[in-house]
């Protein structure tokens, strides 16, 4: 199926980690007394906000599309909370036991542990039946800023006809098998039941203030366009409707999922309100200004005219990985400034090079060990120096010669001059 917010200063806590410390393994207790499996992925930095990701009906968490979305969302500064309903995916449970009122419950019982352990949701985002639950979660949920739904109904009982052949078979015998995707569910009296007691649950507007984007391919076959267009009708602005065009009900395909992700990230950062936000960008008072953010102990604003980018370390040493290491924009002056220089050659000799590619690498060795190194440098006391080793992939129609007066050049580029030479830094206080 588908109190305020109190940021936390540190990644919240996990029953188990990945390898990476932006990956979350989550357990918490589900409302019918089930362990429930959920993971929460972090944006490299400090988040701007958190959402809640609710799947579709019989799905579950690890669906693509749901990861696409937490992937995109994470490179947007928001962290993303999903988790498995009770009896699907790897959470414990019966499915047989559940209804559209247990999966309400979940979501609720998700929202308390994120309000607890890292920061309530400004976002949700619901696929199919789980955008219904999160329609009719978000009234009552005051830290709920904005909502997205993707192919959802508007009515939770529009699910019926997945298993129409089966329904006088679950009225008589209190319960049937159906399949659903190719996977058999058992399906209760007491399900029916209950969608029908939540029936128009999803079409009754959201509350005051809450912005609502509705996601929806007019060729789905498993939950009809107009199921959207009540859906937005009923809502009242901030409101938005996309049609993803030629998209299936489970967005297999790679670029629709891309396409509804981008969208929803971009959409939401005009609602969602910044819970870490970083110390404003520098002013380009000279060529080049570098300040910090506010974030952590190594990121910081880079400016390079009307450029901005970020600097970072990696986790491993503390950083969030948000952006480029020092020696990485290093490597990236030498590879940018050889690949225009040999560029500008070949075209003034008429060399037919299509495509130059440069790999570099940095590391530091024993001067003893530098094959390159003179031997004034050697008579040191045999300590390290850096050394930064470039590997050039030529693409064209090219002659030995011409490979060979290209590596020639290659050290000729004005990058490569400076990191050889002698150079002198001056600090000044401002």
Known sequence: MNASPTPSPSPPPASSLTDSSRYHQVTFRGSLGADL???????????????LFAHCFTCGMDLFAASRIAAELNRHRIAVFRFDFTGLGHSDGEFAN??????????????????????????????SLGGAAVLLAARHLPSVRAVATIGAPADPGHIRHLFTD???????????????????FTIS?????????????????????QALL?????????????????????????????????????????????????????WAERY???????????????????????????????????????????????????????YDFLAAALGTCTSMTLRLYANRKGI???????????????????????????????????????T??????????????????ADRCPVHRSLEAESHIVTTLA
């Open 166 to 184: 089966k329904l006088v078979d679950i009225e008589a015998a209190g319960q049937a098998e159906v399949s659903i995707g190719g996977r058999p």
């Open 392 to 409: 050039l992939r030529l693409d064209g129609d090219l002659s030995e010669e011409d490979r060979a007066n290209l590596l020639r050049i």
């Open 272 to 326: 969602v309100e910044d819970e870490n936000p970083p110390s404003a960008v520098p002013d380009p008072t000279a060529p080049v200004v570098v300040a910090e953010t506010g974030q952590g102990i190594f990121l910081n604003h880079v400016v390079v005219g009307h450029h901005q980018l970020l600097a970072d370390e990696p986790e491993s040493v503390g950083g969030f990985d948000a952006g480029p290491a020092p």
């Open 98 to 127: 559940t209804d559209f009122s247990s999966n309400l419950d979940d979501l609720s019982l998700a929202v308390d542990w994120m309000a607890e352990h890292a920061s309530a949701p400004q976002l949700l985002i619901g696929h």
């Open 214 to 266: 509705v996601l929806h391919s007019p060729d789905d076959t498993v939950v009809a366009h107009d199921q959207a267009e009540t859906i937005f009708a009923a809502a009242d602005q901030p409101k938005a409707m996309v049609a993803v065009d030629g998209a299936g009900h489970l967005l297999p395909r790679h670029a629709d999922s891309v396409f509804v992700a981008e969208t929803i990230a971009h």
């Open 37 to 51: 499996a959920a993971r929460l992925d972090m944006p490299a930095g400090p988040p701007r906000a958190y959402a």
């Open 189 to 209: 009296k007491d399900f029916l039941a209950d969608l029908e007691a939540n029936q128009q649950a999803a079409d009754r507007g959201l509350a005051e203030g």
């Open 352 to 390: 037919p090079l299509e495509r130059v590619t440069v790999e570099v690498t940095h590391g530091r060795i024993h001067i003893d060990d530098c094959q390159h190194c003179d031997e004034d440098m050697k008579t040191g006391q045999g300590g390290k120096i850096d050394r930064l080793t470039r």
